[in-house]
């Protein structure tokens, strides 16, 4: 079974990636208006838990846990061409080594173009990244989290936890001038079940692609996903409405839900 962890339109192509296989499927749209599979293959990057295309031929995705470098680039079949970018910082990383774990993001792209950008889960930083020259900013967000990382025993394992954890960001979306990133802003508590309404977006935050601040959206019911038509100006949300899924569509023309 495959489980999409990322959805990417390009052009009239649909991108899925599923992190469990490290195996990337592309939809084409017949005339008839049915979708096909037009490309399947296996990324040399394996436990990559993030992928976005760049374009039909170039790959961007998060390495694996452990690796030395952020990024891998691959080639339109999956192959690795490099890797590239350095962790950020947290309070103790003299004595524990950062990994993509601790900075699980979510990413998307410029459309046609070498910029792309990175929300990390867990905390509030913003990284964004050209394919040719890397890094070109890394800022934080509303909390200015501060944390360090301690060592989780799990079973016969363990996992690094970042200290304060958050959940963050989850939904991000990427357009020609700019990007939204969809902001959860939960604490996690030890040992308290967490309800889906606090599990989903509740503010929108606008940036243009050079990491400037255009506008905060606020949404009247959490989303459990969302996504903008960039030329006709409508943003549409899964929300979570008394705990049902509704699709809502809001034309931000006429009907621009609370900004800053």
């Not at 606020?218 to 409508?234: M, Q, R, T």
Request: with cysteine; glycine share 8%.
């Amino acid at each position: 079974m495959l489980v999409a962890w990322g959805v990417k339109v390009i052009d009239k192509d649909i991108f899925l990636f599923c992190g469990q296989l490290s195996k990337v499927i592309i939809l084409t749209m017949t005339n008839d208006r049915h979708f096909v599979i037009d490309d399947e293959f296996y990324i040399e990057e394996k436990q990559s838990q993030r992928l976005i295309p760049m374009s039909h031929d170039k790959f961007v995705c998060l390495s694996a846990i452990g690796d030395e470098k952020r990024f891998s680039v691959l080639t339109g079949g999956g192959e690795i061409i490099k890797k590239f970018g350095e962790y950020p910082s947290f309070i103790n990383d003299n004595e524990v080594k950062a990994n993509n774990d601790i900075f699980l993001s979510v990413i998307d792209a410029k459309p046609g173009g070498r910029l792309f950008v990175a929300v990390c889960m867990k905390s509030d930083l913003f990284e964004i990244y050209d394919l040719e020259v890397g890094l070109r900013r890394r800022f934080q967000g509303p909390l200015g989290l501060k944390f360090s990382v301690e060592t989780q025993s799990m079973g016969g394992g363990y996992m690094l936890r970042p200290v304060p954890h958050y959940l963050t960001y989850r939904t991000l979306i990427a357009g020609e001038n700019e990007f939204w990133a969809g902001y959860i802003g939960h604490k996690w508590e030890p040992g308290k079940v967490v309800p889906l309404t606090e599990q989903c977006t509740k503010e929108i935050f606008c940036f243009d692609w050079e990491g400037k601040p255009l506008r905060i959206l606020s949404l009247e019911y959490p989303a459990i996903h969302f996504d903008f038509d960039w030329k006709g100006n409508v943003l549409y949300a899964l929300e979570l409405r008394e705990n049902d899924p509704v699709i809502a569509a809001y034309s931000l023309d006429t009907s621009l839900p609370d900004s800053k």
